[in-house]
T-cell receptor, first 114, second 115 residues
Framework: GAGVSQSPRYKVAKRGQDVALRCDPI?????LFWYQQALGQGPEFLTY????????KSGLPSDRFFAERPEGSVSTLKIQRTQQEDSAVYLC????????????FGQGTRLTVV | AQSVTQLDSQVPVFEEAPVELRCNYS??????LFWYVQYPNQGLQLLLK??????LVESINGFEAEFNKSQTSFHLRKPSVHISDTAEYFC?????????????FGAGTQVVVTP
């Protein structure tokens, strides 16, 4: 596609509900990142995939957060039993090579937990 | 661990006036440096980057940033802003030793350009 696409753009979840956020990276991009951006803050790294391999998940805040990229293209970030502190914008970025000197970001999914 | 500090959370500026957005970082190893811009309701876009070579880097829309190793800074400047430059600007660093290039961002600076 022309750019990184994320869906849904907005998600309201009741506390305790599970959510799944989708990222379609630019076609052919090897690298995929997830970031979390809390209100008034810069994005913070969550996890990194190189093709289908999840090489770094050091930024995932708890075991309620799970990400996958089974075929090396589309990725899903799943949050189980959502809590209010999970409210944030979740950003996906992709890059064409493993040097990752230029990452292309999607518009993000704004998650609000009520 | 590295950190990024953007000293101004908001910068109001008049159209055609100059603007400077300050960014300082701390790191025990060498870094690559980036500025990203986020226009309203859009994703982050890379504005410019410093990887190596000349310490002064420029973007296609008139912004420039200078890497100052001794002061650990990477301030962003534009000599004359337009209304369309209204956006949030994020400074980011990446360790040169990081295998896959995860970025650490500052908190952002909101630039508001008024006529």
């Amino acid at each position: 596609g022309a750019g990184v696409s994320q869906s849904p753009r907005y998600k309201v979840a009741k506390r305790g509900q599970d959510v799944a956020l989708r990222c379609d990276p630019i076609s052919g991009h090897v690298s995929l990142f997830w970031y979390q951006q809390a209100l008034g803050q810069g994005p913070e790294f969550l996890t990194y995939f190189q093709n289908e391999a999840q090489l770094d998940k050091s930024g995932l805040p708890s075991d309620r957060f799970f990400a996958e990229r089974p075929e090396g293209s589309v990725s899903t970030l799943k949050i189980q039993r959502t809590q209010q502190e999970d409210s944030a914008v979740y950003l996906c970025a992709s890059s064409s090579d493993t040097m990752n000197t230029e990452a292309f970001f999607g518009q993000g999914t704004r998650l609000t937990v009520v | 661990a590295q950190s990024v500090t953007q000293l101004d959370s908001q910068v109001p500026v008049f159209e055609e006036a100059p603007v400077e957005l300050r960014c300082n970082y701390s790191s025990s190893v060498s870094v690559y440096l980036f500025w990203y811009v986020q226009y309203p309701n859009q994703g982050l876009q890379l504005l410019l980057k410093y990887l190596s070579g000349s310490t002064l880097v420029e973007s296609i829309n008139g912004f420039e940033a200078e890497f100052n190793k001794s002061q650990t800074s990477f301030h962003l400047r534009k000599p004359s802003v337009h209304i369309s430059d209204t956006a949030e600007y994020f400074c980011a660093v990446r360790l040169t030793t990081d295998s896959w290039g995860k970025l650490q961002f500052g908190a952002g600076t909101q630039v508001v350009v008024t006529p």
